[in-house]
Every structure is written in C-alpha cells, then in structure tokens.
C-alpha cells in the first residue's frame, strides 16, 4: 500500500468515526442516557487521536513532500558532493530542527550538490533528533556529522512509502541490521567523537604548495599540521592577513584576492568569497605590520572531528584576480594563524583552543602567464612557381602562402584579427593584379578581404585557434584579376605582417604577449603563356682527367626535369646540334660554395628528351597541357678547386620552330638544381 493510499484510508476512518459521533449525539434523548453518550463520544475521540498520530498530525515522522519518496544509496561526508547530497538537504531543511542554512547557500530553495559543514551540522542535529535510532545503538552520546548507514537508513525510513503492518517486524529487523552495519563501517567512516577529554597537543608548521601566488590562479600559501590527542571537534579557524607595503600601493583585499579556501589532507571543506572578509584593526599579524587594517578569515561550523593519534594537516588557499594593477604586483602580504585562533570541543563538552604555537608566512605575487606567438613560413607554403592566369577573367583561390602559428608559453590563444601585406612587381598597383585575398584554416576560409593599392590586407574575426603549447597553420589564397590588366612576368609575394587582436585563457590581449615573426613566403611568377618547370631527379659524378694529373678532376652534373606547356604550344629551340650545346631552349650556371656564378673553366653541355618524337627542325615542340621530359648534362672542368653546383637558370621558347627564341621565363627560384661537390683543379 502506498502512503497515499494510507493516508486516504486512514482519514476514511477517521470521517466515519466523527459522523458516526455527531450520529450518535443527534439521536432521541431517551434511547440513551447521558452518561452513555459521554463515553461514546470519549471513546471516539480517542479513536481520532489515535488515526491523527498515525497521519502524523500530531506530531509524527511526517516525510516532507517535496523531496520524497527518495531513497539515498551511499554514505556522505563533508567534502562529497552530487545529486544525492541536494536531495539530503532539501530532507533536512523540510523541518526547521534540522535546517542546513536560513539563508544563502544551502537554506531552503538555495540547496546545492556541495556537503559541506553546514550540511554536517544539520545531519547533527537530525541524529540527536532520532537518538535512540541513531545513535543510542551505536553507543554514541554525541552526534557526528557523517551521514552513515544508521542516519541513512532513518532517512530513507522517513522518506519512502510507510511499510504495511505485517512488515513492522520486518522494519525493525533492517533497523537492526542498520546499526550493525553502521558499527561495521566505523572504522571507514572516520572518527566519531567520543564522550572523553580531547586535546590539540601540538600544532607544527609545513611546507605549504607554494611560496608565491599567480595572478588568476588558486594555491596553498600556508599549512600546518595538528597532533590530536583524544577526541576533538574542531570548530572553528581564524586567519590573519595584511599588506606589508605599509600604504605605498593598494591594500584592499579585493585588489588582489578572489576568496580563500580551507583544505584538510587535501580536501576542501571550506570557503570564503573576499567579500566574507572582516577588516579590522586585529594586531593579530605576526609576519609584518602594514599601514592598513588587517583581514580576518574566519572559516565556523566546521565540525571536523579528529580521533586520538590523529595528524591532520591543514592548508589555506587564497585565488588571485586576474591581471593585478602592475603598481601592486610587487606587494608583498602577510598572513598567520596561532593555536589561540583554534576552537575545538572535546567529548566531554569543553571547549578550548590550541596552545600557544604562531603560524606565519609571507608571499608575493606571480605575474599571469600570458601567451607568446610566433610566426614563420610553413614547410606546407609552396616554393617560388609560376602561375598561370587568365586573361579573360579572375583566376581564383591560388595559394600563394603557408605560415605556421606557435604557441610557446602553455596557454590557448585565439587570434582574432591578423594583417597580410601582398607586394607586385612590374604592375605595382596591387589592386590591379589581385582582387581578392582570403585566409584559410584545415580548409576552413575564415575570411576574406578586397585588396587596395598597396596590398595591405586586414583579416577580421577569424577566431583562429593555438592550442598551448601547440601550433595551427593559416593558408593565404589570392585571387588574381584579368591578366590583360598586368605585365606577363610580373610578381607577387606575401608577407605575415602582424596580429592585431588576440586574447589568451588568462584574459590576456595582444598588448601584453610576447608576438615576433613577420615571415614573408616564395615570390611567384605570373604569366598567361608559360611553362611549369619541376625536379624529377639530379646527380653529380666525379671523374678524373684524362690529359692532366690525378690531382686535376672533372664534375658531371645532371638534371632532370619536366616541363609543361600552359597558354599555348611552346617551342624550345636547340640551335646547330642537338647534343653538343643546349642552344637557347635552357640556360643554366655553374655556382661554387658561396653561391656566386663561376666564369673560369671549361663546359661542355648537351640536352636531351626523352621523347625524340617533339624534336622539330629547329626545336623541341611541347604542346599546350602536355608534359615532356628532359636531361641537362654539363661536364665542368674548374679553373680553381672548390665546391660547385649546376643550376637552371631559365626555359626559353618561341611560338614556332625557330632558331630563336622570342620569351624567357627565370626559374631560379624552382629549385632545379644539384648538389654541390667537391672538385680538385
């Protein structure tokens, strides 16, 4: 039966009863006698009594409404938390004996998933409510602040659907099993105090986790640790803090402080905003005495209760604000606590405090962390090119630049805004070559900008992500105008010009990081007619000199590579033979160790296709779109020994089959190179 049903039956009863007393008292006079109807109407009375106090109108164990039925699973203590702690404080503040808090956190309607020492007061107070259910069967005299199986079997006791007569025994039964499962878990529930004398032997200071305080972080400033000897609660902890800087900068709390926090063996049991501080004229500050009043932080309603041999170790936290006034960085703050400001209560009821020990300590500030960016060209930006643009409209989202964001300082950063500086050659008039640049992320575009003359191009709102300590990388794309409206052969370059808007995790802005790299990417060429020239394969062998001595060597230098026509058939002319000189189709160089072209020695060039099929009379024909490949061979003979390379410094062609060319295309910047080697003279 559920208690809804019950409570209907019950007040069945109980109507039946009072209509069959008014019933009874309307009846003639002379079917009864006075005397009768009295004891009727006692009789009945009682009866109601009785069906009252088993709806608990009277006075009984009423289980509050908005929070049952609820059955709690776990055992809680101060500093668990969850869903299960809420519900334990909405049952608790259902009566006002028990009530976790009037008001703020943990009173009625303001309940929280926190069991902090307010919540263990109110489970105190609930098990002296049901003593002889409670504690009684566990030996106790005095309530603890656990919420063990005993407290929790009451509780869900109370807070589900009310048990069938025939299972009273049964109830009782699991009453007992409660208290022996709660004597059973003792030793895992923590100590309980006792009805003994109880004392604080001594209080020695340690090493607390830090020795200073960053801006917008939390640390333990000051610890120590408590040798208990008997039974005690401790109630009660008050800490003294002030500004040494005897008035010179701030010495408002708030400047500096977010809130304190209490720690026993690690955990949390109590907090503090700043604003909960007392400023006062305390004398209490035993580390250095500054020109302001000082602040008490006092943590009350603890009720940690310690056994005998127990060592507990304390720690105050103080959290930071962000960004201190940079005046008040340097500042330095005191802070103590003496056992005097230690208020427990022993077994026996009497309340004391600890010897006579002085804890103190002093700590400056830490400045926040605050990001530091830096920019380079990314190994992903492609090398110097040529690209081929239209001349009967835009030729879009060629990307011309990779550059590569790190992080070096451990903190995320998001960059907003960012400037990019496009330069031309030949046409100056940026506006006139590029219409439109974008910036780019994982293939994201983030933005996109019109370019002005000048080519300075700001990206806004971008929202581009640097993971600490970690690294993105942002791909710039142009898209270039009608080629009719510039030269053939002109230039365009890139450059990574500053970031303008950026705010780390700490709430740091681009002002305050460290930024460096202004990287500026590969000059590209642009050409409505052109070949793309890449590298298949290079060589260099050493061979010895047949007509000198064998101190005199000689260096063969190869290269192959691929050229492909764009814009028109292009023909590359071969001049008189076409194995003993490279004619006009290719030029090339000799560099040595310092990168300067070599004029002294003797060459002998030869180039070769590998397809004969495009040789012409005059030339090697590559059709537009197609591919052909060829193999540049020079045997030199240096002047001087040294270090050398063979270059290819241009491809050369003309529109026909001719002996000579009519265009020339620089393709230094490719990279179609060899290695350099070593060669004796």
């Known amino acids: 039966m559920t208690i809804a049903n019950n409570v209907v039956a019950k007040l069945s009863v109980a109507f039946v009863a009072i209509a069959m007393m008014f019933s009874l008292v309307a009846a003639p006079a002379q079917a009864q006698t006075a005397e009768e109807l009295q004891a009727q109407i006692e009789s009945l009375m009682a009866t109601i009594n009785a069906l009252q106090a088993q709806l608990g109108m009277s006075g009984g164990d009423a289980s509050p409404s908005g929070v049952c039925p609820y059955t709690w699973t776990r055992t809680l203590n101060i500093g668990d938390s969850g869903a299960d702690v809420m519900k334990l404080q909405q049952f608790l503040n259902s009566n006002p004996a028990t009530q976790v808090a009037a008001t703020g956190p943990g009173s009625a309607g303001n309940e929280t998933e926190f069991y902090g020492p307010l919540t263990g007061a109110a489970v105190a107070k609930f098990q002296e409510m049901y003593r002889s259910d409670i504690l009684s ?60 004398e109880g004392d604080i032997k001594t209080l020695d200071q340690i090493a607390a986790d830090e020795a200073s305080l960053e801006e917008g972080t939390t640390a333990g400033l000051l610890a120590f640790e408590a040798e208990i000897e008997g039974d005690v609660e401790i109630d009660r902890i008050d800490f003294f803090m002030d500004n040494t800087a005897a008035g010179s900068q701030s010495s408002d709390a708030a400047d500096y402080f977010e809130g304190a926090s209490l720690w026993v063996d690690g955990d949390k049991v109590a907090e503090l ?9 305390y004398g209490n500050v035993n580390v250095v005495t500054g020109a302001g009043d000082e602040y008490r932080l006092r943590f009350s309603g603890l009720g940690l209760v310690f056994a005998d041999g127990d060592t507990p170790q304390f720690q105050l936290a103080l959290e930071a604000v962000r960004n201190i006034d940079s005046a008040d960085e340097t500042e330095t703050w005191g802070i103590d606590t003496t056992s005097s400001n230690i208020r427990f209560v022993d077994g026996q009821g009497f309340t004391d405090t600890a010897g006579d020990a002085t804890i103190q300590e002093s700590f400056t500030f830490d400045p926040e962390t605050v990001a530091e960016l830096t920019v380079t060209e990314s190994t992903n930006s492609p090398d110097a090119m040529t690209i081929e643009v239209s001349d009967t409209g835009t030729t879009d989202d060629v990307t011309v630049a990779v550059f590569k964001v790190d992080e070096e300082a451990g903190i995320d950063t998001t960059i907003d805004d960012l400037t990019v500086t496009i330069t031309t050659t030949g046409t100056t008039d940026e ?36 993971p600490a300590d970690g690294s993105t990388e942002l791909t710039v794309k142009l ?6 409206n510039y030269n053939e052969g002109d230039t365009v370059t890139v450059a990574f010009t500053s970031i303008d808007d950026a705010t780390d995790a700490n709430g740091n802005n681009e002002n305050d990081m460290t930024i460096s790299g202004t990287p500026s990417a590969d000059t590209h ?34 290269v192959v590579f691929d050229v492909t026509a764009f814009g028109d058939d292009l023909y590359l002319p071969f001049g008189s033979s076409r194995t003993a000189t490279t004619g006009d189709a290719v030029t090339w160089e000799i560099l040595d160790d310092n990168g300067s072209v070599v004029s002294t020695g003797t060459t002998t060039p030869s180039l070769d296709v590998a397809d004969s099929s495009i040789e012409q009379v005059s030339s090697y024909l590559v059709q537009k779109g197609n591919t052909e ?40 910047g490719q990279n179609i190179d060899t290695t350099k080697e070593t060669i004796q003279s």
């Open 273 to 281: 905003d700043v604003t909960d501080w007392d400023e006062d004229n």
């Open 525 to 558: 060429t642009l050409r409505q007619v052109g070949v793309e020239i890449s590298l298949v394969s290079e060589s260099v062998t050493q061979v010895e000199n047949a007509d000198t001595t064998n101190s005199d060597d000689e260096g063969i230098f190869t």
């Open 431 to 466: 506006s006139a070559v590029v219409r439109t640049a974008s910036i780019w992320q994982d293939g994201t575009r983030l933005g996109s900008e019109s370019v002005t003359n000048g080519g300075v191009v700001n990206f806004e709102n971008l929202g581009v992500t640097v």
């Open 479 to 484: 898209d270039f105008a009608d080629a009719d």
């Open 629 to 668: 490949q060829f193999t540049l061979t020079v045997t030199f003979d240096p002047a001087a020994s040294g270090s050398y390379k063979l270059r290819v410094k241009s491809i050369n062609w003309n529109t026909t089959d001719a002996t000579t060319t009519t265009a020339s295309q620089d393709v230094t």
């Open 137 to 196: 069967p566990l030996g106790l005299v005095n309530p603890t602040t656990y919420f063990g199986p005993a407290t929790m079997a009451k509780a869900n006791a109370l807070c589900v659907a009310a048990p069938e007569a025939d299972d009273a025994a049964a109830d009782d039964a699991a009453a007992d099993d409660a208290a022996a499962d709660d004597a059973a878990a003792e030793e895992d529930a923590g100590p309980v105090l006792g009805d003994g």
